[in-house]
């Protein structure tokens, strides 16, 4: 499959994914230092509604960067 060459779409994939990283682990980290685990989606949706829509945005950005060309500065990595 041929990959699109989009700087602005790749750098938006990384966002959508680094949000939905933030997403899913924030309330994991805090669960570390002793609050509850409790995943919310901005005060929208709590619980599993939450976790499935954090996931949905992680798999969205992954795939994004998936189907775009590598910026020049990882092809150089």
Do not use: Q, Y
């Amino acid at each position: 499959m041929k990959k699109i060459n989009s700087e602005s779409l790749r750098i938006l994939g990384i966002v959508i994914s680094v949000l939905g990283i933030g997403l899913i682990a924030r309330p994991l980290i805090t669960a570390l230092f002793g609050h509850g685990l409790t995943f919310s989606f901005f005060g929208l949706f709590t619980g599993i509604p939450a976790i499935v829509i954090s996931v949905i945005v992680l798999m969205t950005g992954l795939a994004v960067l998936e189907v775009t060309e590598p910026l020049d500065e990882e092809k150089k990595h």
